[in-house]
């Protein structure tokens, strides 16, 4: 497997034409750097992107509609930074969090000493949401075998479905997250599809898996963007575009005041999440994650570009590292490691190449282009 172009990168961040859709001014500007300036140009990194008033408007809202139950929201605790962040952040507001953690069968050792360490100095229960390991291996196996760009959407729409089925479950109508602008603003949307689609994965899975899925918890477009919406709302609340996020600060702070241990690379609390990351998408695909990470850092002006390429100069994987992950994964999944290269080095697929909901991909390319750009992009897909 191998990925080479001619690469031309933006004259301010490190975000390139490794993206298919990536467009440059005139000045060698790239889209999203204009982007982020045309949508906060005001943006200071010492301050939030929103004002104060708003924060305590909703942290009110939380308390008052919670005030009955046992727990006033849920904060979904992977032990990375932004999460655990955010874990700090509702206890310093005085709401009263279940934190649920989603168990995929892949959690590093750190990450759950980290999650221990969290829940214990914050005093919060924590609910563990242990994903049926027979399923999700055998899911997870089907998108490898599928070729396609984001192998990661078993873990993350198990994630979602599982927070909003635990929030059902105890009435809860927040949903606190660490999602954020300041450093996740830029993500390309051709690196990989949207995780909320179960057509896709059911397909998948009838494709390459040996069993159906009887345990895993899916929702359907109707469920997630109409019933949690409108029938039984369960609301998303970004709180770290709420107050300053500045990264390094705040893992030293949580380092300092919470016994957590940082991990070394974004996302890297989960060793399939790492491998996913820093081999499979780089080295077959030539999407290198760090690059829409650092530039996001770049355009919240919490980093040089300079930095951000001494980062990207380091190896994603140690020689050693990567061949013990690699056989690490093959057993986890069940097949050998001979089977598992034969397997990584199947021919490049697109998610349409399987079915898919055209409803949710008019969605999201809405979101990002605007509705008439997806309008017709879907009536050019469907005649194609």
Request: with cysteine; aromatic share 16%; net charge positive.
């Amino acid at each position: 497997m191998s990925f080479s172009m001619d690469i031309i990168q933006c004259r301010s961040c490190v975000m390139d034409t490794t993206d298919p859709e990536i467009s440059f001014d005139k000045t060698g500007r790239c889209n999203y750097c204009v982007d982020f300036e045309n949508k906060y140009p005001n943006f200071d990194k010492n301050k939030a992107v929103f004002p104060e008033v708003e924060l305590v408007q909703k942290i009110n809202e939380i308390k008052q509609h919670g005030k009955a139950n046992d727990y006033d929201c849920i904060v979904g605790l992977s032990g990375g930074v932004d999460s655990s962040y955010v874990a700090y952040l509702a206890k310093e507001h005085g709401l009263r969090p279940l934190c649920v953690h989603f168990d995929s069968g892949w959690n590093s050792e750190l990450a759950v000493k980290n999650i221990e360490s969290i829940v214990k100095h914050l005093n919060f229960d924590l609910y563990t949401y242990v994903c049926d390991w027979r399923e999700m291996k055998d899911l997870q196996l089907s998108f490898f075998k599928a070729s396609v760009a984001n192998c990661d959407i078993p873990q993350d729409h198990a994630f979602i479905a599982g927070l909003h089925e635990i929030a059902q479950k105890h009435k809860i109508k927040y949903l606190i997250n660490g999602h954020n602008i300041a450093t996740e603003f830029i993500m390309p949307m051709e690196w990989g599809y949207t995780s909320h689609d179960v057509v896709q994965i059911k397909s998948i899975q009838k494709q390459f898996g040996k069993s159906r899925l009887k345990k895993y918890p899916t929702y359907s477009a109707f469920k997630r963007f109409i019933y949690f919406k409108y029938i039984n709302p369960v609301q998303s609340f970004n709180i770290l575009n709420y107050v300053p996020y500045k990264k390094d600060e705040v893992k030293q702070f949580l380092i300092d005041e919470l016994g957590w241990r940082d991990y070394g690379g974004k996302h890297y609390e989960s060793r399939f999440t790492k491998f996913f990351q820093a081999y499979y998408l780089p080295v077959k695909f030539g999407f290198d994650k760090r690059k829409p990470h650092l530039s996001s850092l770049i355009v919240s002006g919490q980093i040089s570009k300079k930095d951000a390429l001494n980062d990207l100069s380091k190896d994603l994987y140690e020689v050693n590292d990567l061949k013990q992950d690699k056989e690490f994964l093959a057993k986890k999944l069940g097949v050998s490691f001979k089977e598992f290269e034969t397997i990584l080095n199947l021919p490049i697929k697109q998610y349409y190449d399987y079915n898919f909901s055209y409803i949710l991909d008019f969605l999201r390319r809405a979101k990002h282009k605007g509705y008439k750009f997806a309008w017709h992009y879907m009536v050019n897909r469907i005649i194609r």
